[in-house]
């Protein structure tokens, strides 16, 4: 069984700042593109942000859509096999239930453009994210 564990998210005002995190094994977390993906109610679940390896011991390389970059962050924590996305100067339209996903396949620049939710092999179990006026 290949687990991956959500934590984090919760509620606050419009302005305001929250995270979530997600652990994932070992193997996928180093080799695998890792994804934020987010779902608001009547609308299709959409990519965030993801960060895939470069083969280094860097940091990664980051992509993030438009509508979030600048506020959002996503990062690794290698001793915990743990992503972070960061989330701050939060918005009502931000809200919705986040999750995390990895995929073997290189995530680079706009990449949703070329990839969609059903090639995300492996998925949290999603955490609410809601932002209120």
């Known amino acids: 069984q290949v687990q991956m564990v959500e934590s984090g998210g919760g509620s606050v005002q419009a302005g305001g700042s929250l995270n979530v995190s997600c652990t994932a094994p070992?193997?996928?977390?180093?080799?695998?593109?890792m994804a934020w993906w987010r779902q608001a109610p009547g609308k299709e679940r959409e990519a965030v942000a993801s960060?895939?390896?470069?083969?280094?011991?860097?940091?990664?390389?980051?992509s993030y859509r438009d509508s979030v970059r600048g506020r959002f962050t996503i990062s690794k924590d290698n001793a915990k096999n743990t992503v972070r996305l960061q989330m701050s100067n939060l918005l009502p339209e931000d809200s919705g239930v986040y999750y995390c996903?990895?995929?073997?396949?290189?995530?680079?620049?706009?990449?949703?453009?070329?990839?969609?939710?059903?090639?995300?092999?492996?998925w949290g179990q999603g955490t609410q994210v809601t932002v209120s006026s």
């Open positions: 996903a990895a995929a073997n396949l290189i995530c680079r620049g706009e990449w949703w453009y070329l990839f969609d939710a059903a090639d995300f092999g492996y």
């Open positions: 070992g193997d996928i977390y180093r080799t695998y593109c």
């Open positions: 960060i895939d390896s470069d083969g280094s011991d860097n940091d990664g390389i980051t």
